[in-house]
Every structure is written in C-alpha cells, then in structure tokens.
C-alpha cells in the first residue's frame, strides 16, 4: 500500500455570505473577465458557478497550477447538473474554465443576471461556501480503478480468508482505504462504481477535482461529483477534455 500514497488537496467548505468572486469558493460568483461571455447550458441557461479554486491560495500540488482560476459550471436547469452519461467529456451543460491573473485584470463585478441561478434549490450546493486548503497524503482506495492497476495484494481476497470476520473487516478497510471528501488531486471516492473502468480510453485520467456530500451540499441521495483529467492536459491547462461524472446511493 505504501507505494500508492500520493499527496492531495483536502478541502473545507465554510459557509459564508458575501465571498470576494475572487476567493475559492462553492456556489458563489465566479472571477471572469468582462469580455467573457458566461456560460450557458444547451438550452441557453445561464449556469450554476458550482466551485472556483484560486491556487495562489492553496497549497502547491505537483502537477497543479500555483495561480490562476479554476472553475466549474453546471446546468442548473435540470436534475442531472449537467451530466451526460454517455458523452462525459462534452461540455455543453456543464464548463470547466480556467483563467490565468492576466487574463482577470478587469473582472465582471455586476451579477445580478445570475440571481435566479445562484438562489435556485435545484443544484447541490444551497448557499456559498469559502473554501480552505490543506496538504495532506492518502493511499489508494478500493473504489478508484488504479486500485487494480497498482495493487500486487488483494484486499477482498485476504479478508476473504477470514469468513467470521468479513463483514468488521470490510468495513475497516472502507474505513481507513476511503477517498471521500472535497479534493484536489488525491484518488476519487464513489459511490456506485469509477466510469474509468469501462473506457479504456480514460485509464490514465486522474482526478482533478471533486465534491463530496455533507450538510448544506447534496449530490442527488448523498451523491460525489468527480472531475478527471488527463495529466498531459493537465500540464498544457487545457481543461476542455475533462471528464464530469457523479452519482450517489
């Protein structure tokens, strides 16, 4: 297990009114240049500003930006947030943007047009949270596929050997082996299954970014939303193949 443990972003949402668009952040007015135009879903629909990580706040990763503005968009207008099942990289009701300082020098300030999107009671996060960072490390979980690719001992077979005790050992190692939480980077937590495992195409995709369930955030039954990135496109910052997923119970 000690050569799965990587380094991640953990981080705590505090509720907050009247966040600076500038600060991380869920559920709150994003940092955009006035000459951006807002996201819109397919429909036309302005969309929820789901979370804005600004990395001049946060811990460096390796691999991950230290400044700029991270941001995450769902459709508001429907009961998926924005997912498509079948075409998880296409971004048209859901954006992944991310703008460099220079790019945010003169930042829209006037967001009353979004009034009815952010009060809206159909999205998971129900007021604006301000986020903190902290550094942490973590192995690798049972849910998140890498498990298969980088594990020579198989847990479920080894408490296996131990049938009068399987069911306190299971629950030990979704214990101490879970990826749950609000994250950058790190390994991802689900609830059902990892959409990796069935697109061979996405097996090196890492997790960029994800968004658990607790009080005052909902992701359908006690849901996780997941976005993955391929680290080439990490490295280029090019966040227009991210992968958008989330399910719950």
Known sequence: ?????????????????????????????????????????????????????????????????????????????????????????EQKNFRVLYFPPNEVTDPVTDFSFL?????????????????????????????DQQYKQKQELDLYQLIGQYPEHENRLETLLYEHFSNNGHKIGGYAFFTQEDPRFYDSTLEDYILLFQMDSEDGIMWGDSGVANFFIHPDDLKKKDFSKVVYNWDCC
């Open 1 to 89: 297990m000690e050569k799965s443990k990587i380094s991640f972003i953990d981080i705590t949402p505090t509720p907050q009114a009247g966040i600076p668009p500038g600060r991380s952040s869920f559920g709150n007015y994003p940092c955009i240049p006035k000459s951006f135009a807002y996201p819109v879903d397919s429909e036309g629909h302005y969309m929820f500003p789901l979370a804005q990580i600004n990395f001049a706040e946060m811990p460096s990763l390796p691999g991950y930006p230290t400044n700029g503005y991270l941001q995450f968009y769902i459709a508001a207008s429907d009961g998926l947030y924005g997912l498509d099942f079948d075409h998880p990289q």
């Open 115 to 143: 009034k009815d999107v952010i009060t809206s009671d159909i999205v998971p996060v129900t007021e604006p949270y301000i986020l903190n960072f902290t550094l942490r490390e973590e192995y690798i979980g049972l849910g």
